[in-house]
């Protein structure tokens, strides 16, 4: 039997959503008070 991860399941919903025109933007990057450093929101 073939386990289903969390990750599967994200990545699956992503692809389903990019599929109707959705764009995936990384959470940290659209954080509204972070401040990025070196790839780090604060």
């Given at each position: 039997?073939?386990?289903?991860?969390?990750?599967?399941?994200?990545?699956?919903?992503?692809?389903?959503?990019?599929?109707q025109?959705?764009?995936?933007?990384?959470?940290?990057?659209?954080?509204?008070?972070?401040?990025?450093?070196?790839?780090?929101?604060?």
């Amino acid at each position: 039997m073939t386990k289903i991860t969390e990750s599967a399941i994200e990545k699956f919903a992503i692809e389903c959503l990019k599929k109707q025109g959705y764009q995936y933007i990384y959470a940290p990057s659209i954080a509204p008070d972070g401040i990025k450093i070196l790839g780090i929101v604060r």
